[in-house]
């Protein structure tokens, strides 16, 4: 786990400011392996353990967070996003029966894209999202 010296470390050298409901979202969000998490979903645990958030402020920060590149956003088809807590490149195996949502190790994926100036500015990256239906 996380201590909260870390935490106020890790927010810091991404530029962002370490309040008390900050490092307490960072607390759960960065705890154990790397999870994918509706704001609902933070909401609902921060609450199970007894941090009182808006659901707004939970928001506002998952996407301060975001900006910051303490984590990664994964659109699924039908318009539902997750927060990735592993904000390190890599692609994802999405199960559409079961709605599971797993990390993919990027070196496993093969991805042929023309060059830059073919697709009209700088490449900042290229997320994979794989479905499969178990």
Not at 22 to 49: D, I, K, Q
Request: charged share 25%.
């Amino acid at each position: 786990m996380n201590s909260t010296s870390s935490l106020r470390e890790r927010l810091q050298a991404a530029g962002v400011r370490p309040t008390r409901k900050r490092l307490a979202l960072a607390g759960l969000l960065f705890a154990g392996e790397p999870r994918h998490l509706t704001a609902e979903e933070v909401w609902e645990e921060a609450g199970r353990t007894g941090l009182h958030i808006s659901l707004a402020t939970i928001y506002n920060t998952l996407n301060g967070f975001l900006e910051a590149g303490l984590l990664r956003s994964v659109s699924l088809p039908g318009g539902r996003s997750l927060y990735d807590t592993n904000a390190e490149p890599h692609h994802h195996v999405w199960d559409e029966r079961t709605g599971r949502l797993q990390d993919l190790d990027g070196a496993r994926v093969g991805v042929d894209l023309p060059p830059p100036a073919e697709l009209g500015g700088r490449l900042l990256g290229v997320d994979v999202l794989v479905r499969v239906r178990s």
